[in-house]
C-alpha cells in the first residue's frame, strides 16, 4: 500500500549486530503495529504503537524495542540480532476510532547469520 | 488472552469448485471483530471479508463468504467458483472491541491454499 513504507525490503545482518527496520506512514494514523511472521505461527504482534512516544509490548517482544518519536515513523530495533529473529516484518497502521480497516506494509525479509 | 485457531495448515481445490477454511476462537468478549486475510506470494495483506459479532447476518463480498457461528466461536471463509487467483495462504484474525484492546489484531497460524486447473 503507497501510504506504508517499510525500509529495507531485504537484509542480511550478522549475529551479534544491531538492526533497525523502519516504517513510514502518510496515512496520519494513530495505531502502529510491528508483526513478525514465521512458517506455521502466522503474524505474531511484537510490539505496537498508540500514540507518538506510547508504546506496548505485544506477545513475542522480547530481544526488540521500538520508538515513535513523531506519528510517520515507527522504528523497530533488534538490540543484537539472533538466527531466531531471521524472519518476515510487516508493519500495520490503523486510524483511531470507530470501525477502520488496517493498512499493512509489504514486508521486510531479515536475514540473520 | 485471545487465540485463534486454524486448523488446517493446507487446503486444495479445484478450478471452479468451492472450497470452506475453518477457523475458531477464543474470547471472553461479547463484541469483536473477524477478518480473513489473503496473502499471495507478493507477501502483500489483503482483506477479504469481515464480520462484527454484533451482526448475526453473514457478512458476503462477491465470491467469498463466511459462517459465523458465535456461540461455537467458528469464523468459516467459503470461497466459491474458485479461481487460480485464489491461491494464497489465508490467516484469520481477530480483533477486540473499543480503544481498550488498541485494536491489535490476533492472528492464526494460516491455511495455505492450493488451486488447481
Known amino acids: 500500500d503507497a501510504g506504508i513504507t517499510q525500509s529495507p525490503r531485504h537484509k542480511v545482518t550478522e549475529t551479534g549486530t544491531p538492526v533497525t527496520l523502519r516504517c513510514h506512514q502518510t496515512?496520519?494514523?494513530?495505531?502502529m503495529y510491528w508483526y513478525r511472521q514465521d512458517p506455521g505461527h502466522g503474524l505474531r504482534l511484537i510490539h505496537y504503537?498508540?500514540?507518538?512516544?506510547?508504546?506496548d509490548k505485544g506477545e513475542v517482544s522480547d530481544g526488540y524495542s521500538v520508538s515513535r518519536s513523531k506519528t510517520e515513523d515507527f522504528l523497530l530495533t533488534l538490540e543484537s540480532a539472533t538466527s531466531s529473529q531471521t524472519s518476515v516484518y510487516f508493519c500495520?497502521?490503523?486510524?483511531?476510532?470507530?470501525?477502520?480497516?488496517?493498512?499493512f506494509g509489504s514486508g521486510t525479509r531479515l536475514t540473520v547469520v | 488472552a485471545q487465540t485463534v485457531t486454524q486448523s488446517q495448515p493446507e487446503m486444495s481445490v479445484q478450478e471452479a469448485e468451492t472450497v470452506t477454511l475453518s477457523c475458531t476462537y477464543d474470547?471472553?468478549?461479547?463484541?469483536?471483530?473477524l477478518f480473513w486475510y489473503k496473502q499471495p506470494p507478493s507477501r502483500q495483506m489483503i482483506l477479504v471479508i469481515r464480520?462484527?459479532?454484533?451482526?448475526?447476518q453473514n457478512a458476503t463480498e462477491n465470491r467469498f463468504s463466511v459462517n459465523f457461528q458465535k456461540a461455537a466461536k467458528s469464523f468459516s471463509l467459503k470461497i466459491s467458483d474458485s479461481q487460480l487467483g485464489d491461491a494464497a495462504m489465508y490467516f484469520c484474525?481477530?480483533?477486540?472491541?473499543?480503544?481498550?484492546?488498541?485494536?491489535?489484531?490476533?492472528f492464526g497460524k494460516g491455511t495455505l491454499l492450493t488451486v488447481n486447473p
Open positions: 504503537s498508540y500514540g507518538v512516544k506510547d508504546t
Open positions: 474470547t471472553s468478549e461479547s463484541d469483536y471483530y
Open positions: 496515512e496520519n494514523h494513530r495505531y
Open positions: 464480520q462484527e459479532a454484533y451482526k448475526q
Open positions: 484474525a481477530y480483533r477486540g472491541s473499543g480503544g481498550g484492546s488498541n485494536y491489535k489484531l490476533t
Open positions: 500495520a497502521t490503523r486510524q483511531d476510532g470507530g470501525y477502520y480497516g488496517y493498512t
